[in-house]
């Protein structure tokens, strides 16, 4: 098992423990109850007791993926897909971290389509058709996408080659000595500066 | 020589980034690329505040206007007058102007209708599963179906009386033959 697997896993395992993992602040527009505009809260009296269903399919999935090898194999696959799935209402949290009951709901529509046969794909291929590729936190390396994993590469290798290129005209720049000029001496300061050059070993000796 | 490069460089660097700011200047933010523009939309079997199961299929060979709302979403609010005077504008017949109540409970959704008035069908979504099958983030969202049951747009956040109008009017001039209704909906 891959250690993103792993780490998918734990967290699948933290949630259904009651690991409450709060969500981000969501975008403007996309609203989620706040209980502001009437007494009663949605979550209280969720018409056909959404929530008391949750519950139950939560409770009922970790008691019987605790004794049943198939139904625990079925969560941790549920957890891996809904890792990968960008939650609606979040700030880039996955389906399976988000709290937000879109996001939970979500998270019952994946495992019940894993259930039913779909491969991990086909529920993913799912999603993408109703929200786009955006509900994905990982684009597709395909098409235009490519460009998002190939672009740090080319730009490392032209980095590479750039910095090559300047590093050698900087070492052949310093070879050919163009640094300050150095005057060659006529031939009568030549003389002179070996005449006064005896003169001083005289002079000492 | 080098200089030169350089001198046109800079400007040339900055053409993308100017670019890219007046696109995102000039868009209407409230509009989000859907990928059900132009699709089926999906089926769905939603009951009534008064009981009745209602279809999607039901509806073909009428205008659509499918409204998700709460009565917890303060925006719901701010559009509510406009789908008060969608309502009285056209007839059922022609335009079907459907809410479907998002995690939200019908007594709260009944008493916000009491308080700002609207006599179209409302449906419960239980679990928001035709919300998820329709790509729904949050509320209000609203999708403009054909008569052909196609989906013609989605628009994020409170619709207006002129996007409305100008909504309704093309999908009622759409062509729309009654033979192939009849084909979508299985009728004999």
Known sequence: MSRRSVVRRALAVGLVAGGAVACAPRPALAQEPVGEANSETPDAVQEGGQDAEAGERDAGADRSALTDPMEADLDARAAEVAGELRCPVCRNQSVLESNAELSREMQGVVRERLAAGETPEEVKAYFVSRYGEWILLQPEARGINLLVYGLPGIALVLGFFLARNRLRKWASAGTAGTGPEVEVLSEDDERWLRDALREGQGTRS | ?188
């Open chain 2, 1 to 188: 020589m080098k200089k030169k490069h350089l001198r046109w460089l800079l400007p040339l660097a900055a053409v993308p980034v100017l670019w890219l700011l007046a696109w995102g200047m000039g868009r209407d933010t409230y509009v989000l690329p859907s990928p059900m523009a132009g699709l089926d939309a999906p089926e769905f079997s939603l009951v009534s505040f008064e009981g009745d199961t209602l279809r999607r299929s039901e509806l073909d060979g009428r205008v659509v206007i499918l409204n998700f709302w709460a009565s917890w979403c303060i925006p719901c609010r701010t559009e509510h007058p406009v789908l008060v005077r969608t309502e009285q504008t056209w007839d059922d017949s022609e335009v079907v102007l459907l809410g479907v109540v998002y995690q939200d409970s019908r007594a709260n959704a009944e008493r916000f209708l009491e308080q700002y008035g609207g006599d179209w069908t409302h449906v419960i979504d239980p679990s928001q599963r035709t919300a998820i099958d329709y790509g729904v983030y949050g509320v209000p969202e609203t999708y403009f179906i054909g008569r052909d049951g196609l989906i013609s747009m989605k628009k994020v956040g409170p619709v207006t009386w002129d996007l409305v109008q100008t909504q309704v009017d093309s999908l009622l001039a759409a062509p729309y033959p009654t033979a192939s209704a009849d084909a979508v909906t299985g009728a004999p």
